[in-house]
């Protein structure tokens, strides 16, 4: 059993930055690949980024791919997204996922454990 708690989400002019924090319970963490995905109202839920267990292999969406970076520090059980140059656009509810399946897993239905989300507000 993973339990996730995201935050550092708020609200942010355009061509700013955020990072969020995703905090994991149970020692299983390092043995998990983590994502984060997010949702903005009326659309679906869309993944964002997703980082593998060491940490050693990364994968984004085109929509923000080069604006933002997923990290993870095992010892601190937090998986990390850094959010710079954002747009009006990146505003959503954001999710961290975690999944024990390897692979550049994209769909949300395949992740095992979800956080609660925290809001993302970019004012343009």
């Known amino acids: 059993q993973v339990q996730l708690v995201e935050s550092g989400g708020g609200l942010v002019q355009a061509g700013g930055s955020l990072r969020l924090s995703c905090a994991a319970s149970g020692r299983a963490f390092s043995t998990y690949a983590m994502g984060w995905f997010r949702q903005a109202p009326g659309k679906e839920r869309e993944f964002v980024a997703r980082?593998?267990?060491?940490?050693?292999?990364?994968y984004y969406a085109d929509s923000v791919k080069g604006r933002f970076t997923i990290s993870r520090d095992n010892a601190k059980n937090t998986v990390y997204l850094q959010m710079n140059s954002l747009k009006p656009e990146d505003t959503a509810v954001y999710y961290c996922?975690?999944?024990?399946?390897?692979?550049?897993?994209?769909?949300?239905?395949?992740?095992?454990?979800w956080g609660q989300g925290t809001q993302v507000t970019v004012s343009s």
């Open positions: 980082i593998s267990w060491s940490g050693g292999s990364t």
């Open positions: 996922a975690a999944i024990r399946r390897p692979g550049p897993v994209v769909v949300a239905g395949e992740y095992d454990y």
